[in-house]
């Protein structure tokens, strides 16, 4: 089903494992990583926040992403409260967005005490709001770009919201290169491309915007199929205006994503099994 298709690959953390997972099954992967993740580059904010955490002022801690998390430890770590952050960790209530986060805490021996009903903002909310949140302290591991919904939320059901962002995304390929993908998609050179994160669907948009090809951009996007890694990612697509071909319904990674491409090019059900 993916034999001798063009995909287009925007992810830049785990470039090498999904191109390769997408060429196992025939695929020529297209690779243009379209942002790189950085720490924020004023870490007094988030050295506060740590502090405030190691001493234990948290009952609850959101967490949406695992690079979030990733991030969060690091800081911790080069300043010196790493054992404290974690023994925190431990006793404090962990809500998770999705599986991303809980598998950076298992890596650290601890797991989620909370999962949202579906990995989104909204999923978020209908989960907090089966809790009792009123006077209690709430972190909130934040990522670039997100709705402050989650905070409003948190104030109207009477607690005490302490949110925090550790990374921040940067443009990781020059301008030129972007627009040359956005040619390839106009062209219908590149008939498929999986998005893993909202940052690339907006880089995306953005260089189009700037090199004057954003509407024939659109109009390509309605017919090359467009895969999505999950529903956050799926929702920045169709906020785009381009429909989403293929995700995973419920195991939002790299491998489901490309069993659910293949089951939308094939019809079949079992097209792509999980090597």
Known sequence: MLQGRRIAVPESRELDLFASILERYGAAAVRCP????HDVEDAAPVQSWLTRFAEGQHDSLVLYTGEGLARLLGFARRGGVEVDVIASLRR????????????????????????????????????????????????????PGGED????FLKVAGAKPDPILCY?????????RVAHLVDQLVSADIEL????????????????????????????????????VGPVTAQAVEEAGWPVAAMPQDNFHLKPMVVALGKRLSGNAGAIPLP
């Not at 950076?104 to 579906?118: F, K, N, P, W």
């Not at 990995?119 to 972190?139: F, Q, R």
């Not at 921040?168 to 030129?176: F, I, P, Q, T, W």
Request: charged share 25%; aromatic share 2%; with cysteine.
């Open 149 to 152: 919904l989650l905070t409003g």
């Open 92 to 143: 404090t209530r962990k809500i998770v967005r999705g599986p991303k986060p809980a598998k950076v805490l298992r890596s650290i021996g601890l797991s989620a005490d909370v999962t949202a009903e579906q990995p989104t903002t909204a999923g978020l909310i209908k989960t907090l709001s089966a809790l009792d949140l009123n006077g209690s302290c709430v972190g909130v591991l934040l990522y």
């Open 193 to 228: 491309i999986a998005f893993t994160s909202t940052a690339q669907v907006r880089r995306l948009q953005e260089v189009a915007r700037q090199v004057g090809r954003e509407s024939e951009l659109d109009a390509a996007m309605q017919r090359v199929l467009i895969a999505a």
């Open 168 to 176: 921040r995304y940067a443009s990781n390929e020059e301008d030129e």
């Open 34 to 37: 379209l942002v790189s993740i």
